[in-house]
């Protein structure tokens, strides 16, 4: 194989062996194998070891969907609706529906889902994994535009909502990307557009739903502890 092959090979391979086997589950030699490279150290020559293969999967894929964002994001700057909830899940969610027709893109979601800590919904905008850079600036305007949106929630209940449409939008993509793995009949876009129209209509119903009682008092206390950090978005 030439260089550049073996090294997309690598990229292709590996992301389908990590979402079907778990990241631990996936050995050196089996992604050798996967390529059919005749060098045992072609992974270390190219990504350095089995995590930095791992690192630059992910980075590819959240650049791709973070490229797909910021036409989304555009639009709606361009048409005035950054107070439009829909649209601006929309503009979250829709970049990554895109993988859903495709095996590696699938792959993608899986991994995403399996390796983006919760506490990076707090802290860190647009990472799947600590050491995944990516410039993310049309999804940090969503975001902003979504803080901006819901005025009505006291900051610290703002915070959970975007972290649970954060969580849900992953978690979401990555169970539709198994399903449609395990029993591809779940690939007609028919389905796939049902699945991304009504995953919308849940995450808008929940950011708007009127806080409760509890749910006041709750927040009321958070923000004396200073529990007020804005969420960070998801990756995709």
Not at 15 to 44: C, D, I, M, P, Q
Not at 220 to 234: D, F, H, I, L
């Amino acid at each position: 194989m030439a260089t550049r092959s073996t090294r997309e090979a690598l990229l292709e391979q590996g992301a389908l062996l990590f979402a079907r086997h778990g990241v631990t589950g996936v050995s050196v030699k089996a992604l050798h194998e996967a390529v059919g490279a005749r060098n045992e150290s072609a992974l270390h020559y190219h990504f350095g070891s089995r995590r930095g293969l791992l690192t630059e999967i992910l980075r590819v894929h959240l650049t791709a969907v973070e490229r797909r964002r910021a036409v989304l994001a555009d639009e709606i700057e361009a048409t005035g609706r950054t107070g439009d909830l829909r649209a601006l899940v929309h503009a979250l969610a829709a970049p990554m529906a895109d993988d859903l027709h495709d095996p590696v893109g699938r792959a993608h979601l899986r991994l995403v889902a399996q390796l983006s800590h919760p506490s990076l919904a707090y802290d860190e905008a647009f990472r799947s994994a600590r050491e995944v850079e990516v410039d993310a600036a049309a999804g940090a305007r969503v975001v902003r535009w979504l803080h901006a949106a819901l005025p009505e929630l006291p900051s610290p209940v703002r915070r959970e909502r975007l972290a649970d449409l954060r969580g849900h939008l992953l978690s979401s993509f990555g169970l539709r990307a198994r399903l449609i793995d395990d029993d591809p009949g779940h690939d007609d876009p028919a389905d796939v557009e049902l699945f991304l129209e009504n995953l919308l209509d849940v995450l808008v119903a929940a950011l708007t739903a009127p806080p409760s009682p509890a749910t006041l008092a709750a927040a009321r206390a958070a923000r004396g502890r200073g529990g007020a950090t804005e969420p960070a978005a998801p990756a995709g």
